[in-house]
């Protein structure tokens, strides 16, 4: 039983049980069969609801009688019928149709579609691995991990940076020195710090692949290609986003980031679509709640070339490595 205090009800008082003592409730209780006769003889309505003369003498006029006797029809149009007909002949057929197909835990008939799949994914993953293994490069320094530090103007065009900076209005209009400006050297000092630490059999196996097969199950689109070292998925994203500057690439975006003047296009949009999340003040779903702090963090502090270089890879590290370049090349031009 629940009492009455665990939820702030007023508790329930019930009335005593009336007990049966008075003198016509002893009667009832000791009566025998002949006082019920006796009882059932004497009563004026004895009826047992049947619609007989004799039930009907009791009745209060003739109206009732006829009422009793005849009891009126309700008459229903064919053309009611059919409505109700066609309604309930429509709700069953949109039931039906609105039932979800019975769940099964796996088609059979799958197998060798799925199978081919997989031996198709299986076969693109070893190839990879192949042709990474057969992708190194000879070095320009001891540097034998790094086969392109020491020559990396040898994989830049800094005309198409300077091009791309020109494309995006989101860059172009910032462009300048100091506070609030995007420095002009930005995006190739960001290629040129990628092109230095590009790896053997790492960066020059899935640049291999790529050029010889282009984008299948065989990578992933989050593997960096191309000399601005760029995910796959941000390559095909932005192809799509800037139509006007990166239309042209749209047939085979991936193969056309890895080439040095066309991978500057790519960064700029890149760019380009930090800012415009910057202004809309929207997160871009590529980057997490803690790093997008950081890049809003150093745009707010005027730090434009922070904000885009920590957006590109979010640690202080890179910030600091980007900027050498961008005084290197400063020096250079």
């Known amino acids: 039983m629940v009492d009455a205090k665990d939820n702030g009800d007023k508790p329930i008082v019930l009335p005593e049980r009336l007990a049966l003592n008075a003198p016509d409730a002893n009667a009832a209780?000791?009566?025998?069969?002949?006082d019920i006769q006796a009882v059932e003889a004497k009563r004026t309505n004895a009826s047992d609801g049947s619609a007989t003369p004799k039930n009907l003498a009791g009745?209060?006029?003739?109206?009732?009688?006829?009422?009793?006797?005849?009891?009126?029809?309700?008459?229903?149009?064919?053309?009611?019928?059919?409505?109700?007909?066609?309604?309930?002949?429509?709700?069953?057929?949109?039931?039906?149709n609105d039932q979800a197909p019975p769940k099964v835990a796996y088609d059979f008939k799958?197998?060798?579609?799925d199978l081919n799949s997989g031996l198709r994914r299986a076969g693109a993953a070893f190839e990879q691995t192949r042709e990474s293994l057969t992708s190194f490069e000879a070095p320009a320094s001891p540097d034998f991990v790094h086969p392109h530090a020491g020559k990396?103007?040898?994989?830049?065009?800094?005309?198409?940076?300077?091009a791309a900076n020109a494309e995006f209005p989101e860059i172009e209009k910032r462009i300048g020195l100091g506070s609030?400006?995007?420095?002009?050297?930005?995006?190739?000092?960001?290629?040129?710090?990628?092109?230095?630490?590009?790896?053997?059999?790492?960066d020059t196996g899935q640049d291999k692949y790529v050029r010889e097969h282009g984008k299948d199950d065989g990578i992933s689109a989050n593997t960096s290609i191309g000399p601005a070292q760029m995910q796959i998925r941000h390559i095909n994203r932005l192809v799509h986003q800037f139509p006007w500057q990166l239309g042209q690439f749209a047939s085979d975006p991936v193969r056309a980031?890895?080439?040095?003047?066309?991978?500057?296009?790519?960064?700029?949009?890149?760019?380009?679509?930090?800012?415009?999340?910057?202004?809309?003040?929207?997160?871009?779903?590529?980057?997490g709640a803690k790093d997008w702090d950081g890049v809003k963090k150093y745009?707010?502090?005027?730090?434009?070339?922070?904000?885009?270089?920590?957006?590109?890879?979010?640690?202080?590290?890179?910030i600091d490595s980007v900027k050498k370049q961008i005084a290197l090349i400063q020096k250079k031009f």
């Open 180 to 202: 609030g400006h995007i420095d002009k050297a930005l995006i190739a000092a960001t290629i040129r710090l990628e092109v230095a630490y590009y790896k053997q059999v790492v």
């Open 29 to 34: 209780r000791n009566a025998t069969g002949s």
């Open 59 to 96: 009745a209060q006029d003739s109206k009732q009688q006829e009422h009793l006797l005849n009891p009126p029809s309700i008459e229903i149009s064919d053309e009611e019928i059919g409505l109700v007909v066609s309604r309930l002949n429509k709700r069953t057929e949109k039931d039906f």
């Open 152 to 162: 990396e103007d040898e994989f830049m065009s800094y005309s198409a940076c300077r």
């Open 257 to 287: 980031a890895l080439k040095k003047e066309y991978a500057p296009h790519f960064v700029a949009g890149y760019f380009s679509d930090v800012i415009q999340h910057i202004n809309k003040g929207t997160r871009p779903d590529y980057l």
């Open 110 to 113: 799958d197998i060798p579609k």
């Open 299 to 318: 745009w707010k502090a005027g730090d434009l070339n922070a904000a885009l270089i920590y957006s590109y890879n979010p640690t202080k590290d890179h």
